[in-house]
C-alpha cells in the first residue's frame, strides 16, 4: 500500500500509522500551518501577549491592538 492510503487509514480510524512515511504523511496533513513560521514563539512571547494584556486591561483600544500585532 501506498504511503498516502496507510495514512487515511490510519487517520480515518483513529490508528497508529503502520509506516514513517504514513506518519509523515499524517503529520504534513494535520499540523497547523503557524507551527512551521520559525519566528512565531518569539512573536507570540514578546508581541502577542503583552499587547493582547494591554488591550484586556484597557490599557490600549482594537485599533491600537491591531497595529501592534501587524507591526510587531
Known amino acids: ?3 498516502t ?3 487515511a487509514i490510519a487517520q480515518g480510524d483513529w490508528l497508529v500509522p503502520t509506516t514513517d512515511a504514513a506518519r509523515a ?13 520559525t519566528d512565531h514563539a518569539q512573536w507570540k512571547d514578546q508581541i502577542a501577549t503583552p499587547a493582547l494584556r494591554c488591550c484586556l486591561a484597557d490599557e ?10 501587524a507591526d510587531g
Not at 25 to 37: D, L, M, W
Open 1 to 3: 500500500m501506498q504511503a
Open 5 to 7: 492510503d496507510l495514512a
Open 25 to 37: 504523511e499524517i503529520e504534513s496533513a494535520t499540523t497547523a500551518p503557524f507551527r512551521s513560521v
Open 60 to 69: 490600549i483600544d482594537l485599533a491600537a491592538l491591531r497595529a501592534e500585532l
